[in-house]
């Protein structure tokens, strides 16, 4: 492999990886409000974590270019007030990776809660225990397997993701070009060849960070 | 102690629980067949669901009114419960388990010491076992220990033999004795087994679709 294409490697990972570490702490709590409160409008914000499963990615990509564009609503915020740029940038990558990989994070994480018995949240409270305390000692260790589940589903989504990424950030070489977008490029340009190579990087990457996933749900299976 | 239940209203499933009753003998039994209220009646005393009316007094401290839309939570009530099923924590030792509602300061002479707890419960050479390890037997008395070392004022015990074969359930009744001798903690338990009272209970009260039909002493009521 060129040390062009060990660059998209790497860089793809990168921001596979920041992406689904972005939204670890947001897919959790949303997928815990989800599964164990009651609260107005959740079937309308439930409807939206999942919109991005079936909208069509090139949608979803146009969507945040109108929204984080250097006019748009969030983009105007970020760029005046942050200094931050988004779209055609890596920070636009790990957005489009992040939207796109949430639902599959928020739906596994969701059931794994659903699937704690909530008899154990309640005999913690006649314990003394507070609702924080409930949830870091006895709702998220046991719902850890399908969490870990859902950040390795996140993860190899977004080491995938090409549609909304490609339209809000752009094929650019060593600034926006990951693993999906240079394959879809190489063959465009009749160099099916080149290709190849990242292909099957990108099914190793995937299938080692699986794996791996695998075996850490069966360690912290409750035995 | 002295546990008042005014008026207490409960719509369930098919029938309302209809509470008026005060609870003031050291092992109060609550009897009566499946579906008839029993565990819905220990959940709204530990806090962990809300009657549309009534009032809960434990002693002099009001736990619940509606007419105040006063409820004090779970933790903040001091009251054990060991629910049909234990609710042992699985991804914790049994160790980890007992000290999870631990909360007063250790004194030499501390009645709720853990050393002084796991000895009366004979439970010593369990500490460091997965509580998924231990037999039926152990795991109660690891659950009895656990909602004893929360000091509680009021224990409240769900059928917690009802998975136990009766050679078993004789040998664990004399530890339940202990918990009133040893710890003075009242209790209040639940059970459709009439053996059980006649051999723990100081009072017994039936329990039919929500209403208490019947109470007195167990030799007048279990015959």
């Not at chain 1, 942050?82 to 489009?96: H, K, N, P, S």
């Not at chain 1, 909304?164 to 340009?189: C, D, E, F, H, W």
């Not at chain 2, 999870?100 to 076992?129: C, K, S, W």
């Amino acid at each position: 492999m060129t040390a062009e294409a060990w660059q998209i490697v790497f860089f793809t990972i990168e921001v596979s990886a920041f992406s689904t570490l972005l939204i670890l702490p947001l897919g959790i709590a949303v997928a815990w409000l989800i599964a164990r409160r009651d609260w107005p409008g959740k079937a309308v914000v439930e409807t939206l974590v999942m919109l991005p499963l079936f909208v069509p990615p090139v949608a979803t990509g146009l969507v945040l270019l109108m929204l984080f564009g250097r006019h748009g609503p969030l983009g105007s915020v970020l760029q005046h007030g942050f200094g931050l740029e988004i779209v055609f940038t890596w920070r636009a990558v790990v957005l489009a990776c992040a939207v796109m990989s949430f639902p599959l994070l928020v739906r596994t994480a969701q059931a794994a809660f659903q699937g704690v018995s909530s008899r154990f949240e309640d005999i913690a409270r006649t314990l003394g225990a507070s609702e924080w305390r409930v949830f870091g000692t006895i709702s998220l260790p046991l719902a850890m397997r399908g969490i870990v589940a859902g950040a390795v589903l996140a993860f190899a989504r977004a080491m995938g993701e090409f549609g909304a990424t490609a339209v809000v950030a752009g094929m650019i070489p060593r600034k926006t070009m990951t693993i999906s977008l240079s394959i879809y490029q190489n063959i465009q340009l009749g160099h099916d060849a080149a290709a190849l190579p990242l292909l099957f990087v990108s099914i190793g990457v995937v299938f080692v960070t699986v794996l791996c996933g695998q075996i850490i749900s069966m360690r912290n299976r409750p035995r | 102690m002295s546990l008042r239940l005014h008026n207490i209203r409960l719509p369930l499933a098919g029938f309302t629980l209809e509470i008026d009753a005060t609870l003031d003998r050291p092992i109060a039994g609550i009897f009566g067949p499946s579906g008839a209220g029993k565990t819905s009646l220990l959940d709204l005393i530990a806090g962990l669901r809300r009657p549309v009316a009534g009032a809960v007094q434990l002693d002099d401290r009001v736990l619940f009114d509606a007419a105040l839309s006063l409820h004090v939570p779970p933790r903040l009530r001091r009251i054990g419960y060991v629910p049909q099923d234990l609710a042992l924590f699985p991804h914790l030792n049994v160790r980890a388990n007992l000290v999870y509602g631990y909360r007063l300061p250790v004194t030499e002479n501390d009645l709720f010491a853990l050393e002084h707890v796991v000895e009366v419960m004979e439970i010593a050479q369990l500490l460091d076992r997965n509580v998924t390890t231990l037999s039926g037997g152990e795991q109660q008395r690891v659950a009895f220990a656990r909602a004893i070392l929360s000091a509680p004022r009021l224990l409240l015990l769900d059928e917690p033999m009802s998975s136990l074969d009766s050679r078993l359930k004789t040998r664990l009744i004399p530890f339940l004795q202990r918990i009133r001798d040893e710890f003075f903690i009242p209790l209040i338990y639940v059970t459709h087994d009439a053996r059980e009272l006649a051999a723990l209970c100081d009072e017994v009260l039936v329990l039919e679709n929500g209403r208490l039909v019947e109470r007195g002493l167990p030799a007048e009521v279990l015959v």
